[in-house]
């Protein structure tokens, strides 16, 4: 650690408790990947035996990686660029921290996007307006709003300003705050959403799609990387998210129960919103393999016609909102916090830049269908590339970045006493850390890329 770093860290910010630090992280993990991307990849790749895969790669890629993250942040106490700098400050993996900077504003830039047709419609669901103005049905109505020239621009800034705002006021008294009472509602409103979900007549189907796997399923190769990309982005791994905030944790702060508290929360989080979600569909006729838009089409028509449904639609829209505020609050702490470190930017200045490009970087997704509707990357709409390009290897390369430079680089004694992992499980973690993990990602990666 160099001086600098050191003197830093006595005026940097910290957590004001662990529940905070925790919930903080947990809001990070928990988003649209939880609801939104879980339910229809998922849908899309089998149900039941995408689950199992994708909790194999949970526990031996994810906690391993969001160990790795808070060790290398609380070691520097600084921002995800200077903390990479300070592991290794003559070589070239200095640099390497500016990955995942401009990686979180590139996530930011769609991320916001579709948190604002969230926002859009919570306030229709609330207001009751969405359930008037869908006469056409809810594909319709969807399509004709994210065709729109203005209106998604205009959520996406709604959801951005609220998230500068959150943002600017610090790390305990902004992000900590809002994650300590949201948190726990979040986690109210899906388990009340399941609860309700199990009792509607028919959703058994829902749960056998959900738990009960179709082995001859396993042979799909894109089961592989679909999971894999889901780990990466729902546990909100790869994007030095837990570096930074790892950055501001105290020495008194546990980092393995930390991370499997996270780990385990983000991936419970999923699975009950998937009994929210898979049971309805089911139960109401619904294509569980709708893709991108079962949140926001086969859901909605789905609440118009069950009993409780105007209710329970405002509490889903409101949880899809939420969720995805406290997690864009985390993506917009990593490059704010290193503006902040490297430039000297105060943080409010630096979050309203932050807030300013990721809107603009993301004007191309938010016309993606409509001024754009004619230009495909990859074969697909802009938004869809964009989030594909951005889970299935933006993040399992920076992934591998943070495990390389931890498991071969920073390592040794030191790393494994700051993460203060004792005896076998220090040994188990790295071996993990500099093979298991590494290999796993370029297997899975180059296999995605030449198979598709
Ligand atoms: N994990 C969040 C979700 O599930 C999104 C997110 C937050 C994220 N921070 C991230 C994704 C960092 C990738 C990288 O919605």
Redesign the pocket.
Known sequence: MTDRAGGQRSEREQWASQTGFVLATIG???????IW?FAYVAGENGGAVFLLVYLVFVAAIGVPLVIAELTLGRRSGADAVSAFEAGEPGSLWRFAGWLPVA??VY?LSY?TVIAGWAVKYFLGAATGALWEEAEAGYGAFFEGFIAEPFEPIAWQAVMLVIAVAVVSAGVAKGIERLNLWLMPLLALIVVALAAFAVTLPGSGAGLAFLFAPDVSQFGNPRLYVAALGQA????????A?FITYGGYMTRRQPIPASALIIVAG?TLFAIVAGIAIFPTVFALGGDPAAGPRLAFITLPQIFIEMPGGRLIGPAFFFLLSA??LT?IV??MEVPVATLIGRLGLGRRPATVLIGGVSLAVGVPSALSYGVLADVTLLGLPVLDAVDFLG?NVL?PVAGLLVALAMGWRFAGRTVIAEAGLAGALGHVWLWLIKIVVPAAIVLIVVRSLTAS
């Open positions: 990070s993990a928990v988003g649209l990947g939880n991307r990686g979180c996530i991320y990466f982005f729902s546990i909100g791994v790869g994007m998210i983000d969720a995805a997690s985390s993506l889970s993040l």
